[in-house]
């Protein structure tokens, strides 16, 4: 069955459908990465958007649950060249079809993939609907949508969630988080306690933490500025761990500012320098806001690490505080393994 790719300038591209049946409408963005679909799909700060994967195949190792990166994928749909119906994978539960049908998450296949990333890289990321379709009243439809609150809190388990370990305690606080972050902080055999973003600083210490830890999530950091008093707060307490919307959020907490990028870092294959050793490490991104550089340096943060491609803050520290924060993912899942030092250095931080 044909399916449309609908953009709010008024521009289309027809696919093959797959998935589920549903239309949709999103923020449209691409991933350059080569596998790791399915961490993809269920990672939350893709939530509200539409990814065009750049893969030109997707779907050939199937998808099983233990991979997943959250309980629930939020985003709006999924864009692929080509998709495979055969799985050659022994740990496969089943195909991404059947994967987006059970997760009511539309598809398009055959369509093409390379014009829309390119379209995207000129005039920067563009919101766009997922349609079976055509009609006169659909970009109006296209242009009035936003991302809301209520899309927004579906990245958040309102529910504490304790994962035992034997060693210091880490509270996590969850703007959208990834297991794999959590599993990064068990492996070194912390307690770790994952709390909504929102969390008072009171029933926080009354956790007991021994260290801070700052989540991933979706959409602009400033529709959190209520949490940044607390942060202030627990950087001073705690040594403390910022990911992707944590960084930016304890930078502006701090008083740097963040902008929206023209079409964003997704993708394991941004190369990123550290100032101090001046060690280049290839990473896991996914975000599309950045902090601003200039903003850094009336702060008492430091700039420690920066994008090679377009010299975007990459990775900050506290002058004063045990606090630091990277705008990429050293957790990986699916992607290098470069940067996981970073959750020793956290560790050693909270043990000392």
Not at 208 to 222: F, K, V
Not at 280 to 307: C, M, P, W
Not at 321 to 328: C, H, I, L
Request: charged share 25%; net charge negative; aromatic share 10%.
């Amino acid at each position: 069955m044909k399916r449309y790719l609908v953009f709010e300038d008024g521009t289309y591209f027809e696919g093959t459908a797959f998935g589920s049946d549903t239309e949709t409408i999103g923020e449209l963005v691409f991933t350059t990465g080569m596998s790791g679909y399915q961490e993809a799909i269920t990672d939350q700060s893709y939530n509200g958007q539409i990814i065009n994967f750049c893969a030109p195949m997707i779907g050939n190792y199937g998808v099983a649950k233990k991979f997943n990166e959250s309980q629930k994928p939020t985003i709006k749909g999924v864009l692929a060249r080509e998709i495979s119906d055969v799985v050659g994978n022994y740990q496969s539960e089943m195909t991404i079809d059947e994967f987006l049908k059970q997760e009511n998450v539309p598809g398009i296949r055959r369509i093409d993939t390379r014009a829309i990333t390119l379209k995207i890289r000129k005039a920067g990321s563009l919101k766009a609907a997922i349609v079976d379709d055509l009609n006169s009243g659909l970009l109006d439809q296209i242009s009035t949508w936003k991302l809301d609150d209520e899309q927004l809190q579906k990245s958040i388990n309102p529910t504490p969630a304790t994962f035992e370990g034997s060693g210091k305690h880490v509270v996590l606080l969850d703007f959208g988080y990834k297991e794999s972050i959590v599993s990064e902080l068990t492996k070194r055999c912390l307690q770790v306690t994952v709390v909504p973003g929102n969390t008072s600083l009171e029933e926080i210490e009354n956790l007991r933490p021994d260290g801070i830890m700052l989540s991933n999530g979706p959409g602009d950091p400033t529709r959190h500025m209520d949490v940044l008093p607390t942060i202030i707060e627990l950087e001073k307490r705690y040594p403390l761990f910022g990911i992707c919307m944590g960084h930016q959020l304890l930078c502006l907490a701090n008083g740097a500012k963040t902008f929206k990028m023209k079409f964003g870092h997704r993708g394991f294959n941004h190369p990123v320098k550290d100032l101090e050793s001046g060690r280049i490490y290839f990473t896991s991104q996914n975000h599309g806001y950045a902090v601003d550089e200039e903003s850094v340096r009336d702060t008492a943060l430091k700039v420690t690490q920066v994008e090679l491609n377009d010299q975007t803050v990459e990775g900050v520290e506290h002058t004063k505080y045990n606090a630091f924060s990277v705008q990429f993912h050293p957790d990986a899942k699916p992607g290098p393994h470069d940067a996981d030092f970073l959750f020793n250095k956290f560790w050693d931080m909270i043990n000392k």
